[in-house]
């Protein structure tokens, strides 16, 4: 069904980088989901009433805030597919983020209300009036939302939309809450206890745990971390496809929304190379990344010797001394600059941020092994960090 919808209605499906394609994706996605859910809310409130359930009313009203939340994502992948212009330069990707957070916040919205709900349940407990026909109803709304939390995840994983994957998990809820009011209502026939609003507390917290931990994944995304390391390696791999280039450092890479990246790196290069070389060698990198990975790249070259017996020899005892210390470092940019009295050793130390060794105790350390060695060393060292 859901691959019968995509066809059906998106042009060019597998353009997912395209943001009319994206948008169509939000439409389909934001328009299944306004019928499903108006549909349930119209029933579940007439069977509510009827049944007196409050799991059921609230159920309902859950169903007519998902509504809300369709119109949201109708309007957020619109907004987001809008083109650059003056004065956002890097596209409107980022919408997508914000749409996210809105969502999220109905979600916790919905749970609380439901708390309170199912909470007055409990301290004034009505009967639920059990029907066959109520019953048959919720089993049909779990069907529905079922298949809606498979389509939208399944969406959501094809076009990479955190969007489409905080529908689904509100769709799973939906599932979660409504089999919660079956259980109350089955309970009915047995038991006068309040099962209605315990399942609704016990549904309430599920809903509110899921609505946060969204939030705090969106708002990860909006405050800027790493991108996923399956995208770090095709960078990785690319770029070192080239046989002219011998390393890769201080690669870093910003996200503009899902399918607007630009980034930059630093590439090593025999330094016997000309000018016109290295900067062809840079350039075509530049190509075939955007070509390959759709992400903007501005690279700086290092030249490095890498045939000098005396500076692979002084590298090789720093990385040895580095390496002792256990923390995960490496080093990069090494050259050596040799006086009458003594040698600058010149480089760079990436420390991971797990690190438990601030930077001074780390260069004390290294010239403290250096003195060992029996000659004059100075070192001049750079922290980086690692930004993917």
């Known amino acids: 069904m859901t691959d019968f919808l995509i066809k059906r209605f998106i042009k060019n499906p597998d353009d997912i980088e395209d943001s009319g394609v994206r948008q169509s994706y939000g439409s389909l996605s934001s328009g299944v989901g306004l019928v499903c859910n108006i549909l349930l809310f119209a029933v579940k409130y007439i069977m509510g009433t009827l049944s007196g359930s409050i799991s059921i009313i609230s159920d309902a009203f859950n169903n007519l805030s998902d509504s809300g939340g369709c119109i949201v994502t109708f309007l957020g992948y619109k907004m987001a597919s809008k083109p650059a212009d003056k004065g956002h330069p890097f596209g409107h990707g980022r919408v997508e983020y914000l749409t996210s957070l809105i969502l999220s916040a109905i979600i916790v919205i919905v749970g609380f209300e439901l708390f309170r709900s199912s909470a007055g349940k409990i301290m004034n407990p009505e009967p639920v009036k059990f029907s066959i026909i109520v019953l048959i109803s919720l089993l049909i709304s779990i069907c529905v939302k079922l298949w809606m939390s498979v389509f939208n995840m399944k969406l959501g994983k094809k076009i990479k939309s955190g969007v489409m994957t905080a529908t689904a998990e509100d769709s799973r809820n939906d599932v979660i809450a409504t089999s919660a009011t079956v259980i109350a209502l089955i309970s009915s026939l047995f038991t006068d206890l309040p099962v209605d609003g315990i399942m609704g507390i016990i549904v309430s917290l599920f809903i509110l745990k899921t609505g946060f931990e969204i939030i705090r994944d969106t708002v990860d995304d909006l405050i800027g971390k790493p991108v996923q390391p399956e995208i770090t390696e095709k960078i990785k791999s690319s770029i070192l496809s080239d046989s002219d280039i011998i390393d890769i450092h201080d690669l870093v890479i910003h996200n503009y929304g899902v399918t607007k990246m630009i980034g930059s790196c630093h590439i090593e290069i025999r330094s016997d190379m000309s000018f016109p070389e290295v900067h062809e060698i840079a350039d ?22 890498i045939d000098n ?16 210390l256990n923390q995960g470092l490496s080093i990069h940019d090494f050259r050596v600059v040799s006086c009458e009295r003594y040698r600058n050793l010149i480089f760079d130390v990436t420390v991971p941020y797990e690190c438990k ?3 001074k105790s780390i260069q004390g350390y290294i010239d403290k092994e250096l003195e060992k060695c029996g000659e004059k060393y100075y070192t001049v060292i750079t922290f980086d960090r690692e930004y993917c």
Do not use: C, G, W
């Not at 075509?284 to 490095?304: A, G």
């Open 357 to 359: 060794i601030d930077n």
């Open 309 to 324: 017996e005396q500076t692979n020899r002084y590298k090789a005892i720093v990385r040895d001394i580095v390496s002792s």
């Open 284 to 305: 075509r990198t530049e190509r075939r990344i955007f070509s390959e990975l759709n992400i903007m790249m501005t690279i700086h070259t290092d030249p490095v010797d």
